[in-house]
């Protein structure tokens, strides 16, 4: 009788061990899973390029959006551009937000352009690139401007194409505009020509999102 108590105790030790054993594994593999996880989260968070967007009209929204598409077009050759890499540029995106949502850029090309339509943006989408094989990245800013009016922004666009005839008073210029009917996009930096690759690589990018959406027109000039 004692033999087969100490027998059933020592099956019961052996078969507590290999429970035990069993959900050690089984830990270890949900840690192993939830760090590759982790890693995968990181790379995407990392390759993966913010859009942020401004609204001017709450009752109206750019439901076609594509400027998504286009930054994830061109990631293979651009990064999210980091303004905390310097504490001055940091500034500059709140400075650049608050000018962007009183519309001081749009009031801008207003009156250097005489054409009160470029007020009548509806809502914007933009984003932040930097070249990935840049040594010293810098700033690339890619915008799209949704119109509700479809003719102001053809209006727009028309006089954008006159720019040899305007006085534009503005800092730096290096713009390069595609119009395709109620949107207007813009690619614009303060270190880049427009003829440079990295910004005719996302202007191509542009056009071959929406190109499958109809006919578009393109306009570019720096000074």
Request: proline share 1%.
């Amino acid at each position: 009788m004692n033999l087969m108590i100490k027998c059933i105790v020592i099956l019961l030790f052996f078969i507590n061990c290999k429970e035990r054993n069993e959900k050690k594994q089984q830990s270890e593999k949900l840690i192993e899973q939830e760090v590759k996880n982790q890693r995968e989260v990181n790379v995407k968070t990392e390759d993966s390029i913010k859009v942020f967007h401004i609204s001017y009209d709450s009752t109206e929204i750019n439901k076609t959006e594509k400027i998504t598409a286009i930054t994830k077009g061109v990631q293979a050759d651009f990064l999210q551009y980091q303004f905390t890499k310097d504490l001055n540029e940091l500034r500059d995106i709140k400075e650049i937000r608050k000018l962007s949502k009183s519309k001081g850029f749009l009031k801008t090309l207003a009156r250097d352009f005489k054409n009160k339509d470029f007020l009548e943006v509806s809502s914007i989408h933009y984003s932040y690139v930097e070249p990935r094989s840049d040594k010293n990245p810098s700033r690339i800013s890619v915008e799209e401007w949704y119109f509700e009016d479809q003719q102001k922004a053809k209006s727009c666009f028309e006089s954008l194409k006159k720019y040899e005839e305007a006085t534009i008073l503005f800092k730096t210029v290096n713009w390069i505009w595609v119009h395709q009917q109620d949107k207007i996009f813009l690619v614009f930096a303060l270190n880049h020509q427009v003829t440079d690759k990295e910004m005719q690589r996302i202007k191509q990018e542009i056009i071959d999102v929406i190109k499958p959406s109809g006919k578009y027109e393109t306009v570019q000039f720096y000074e």
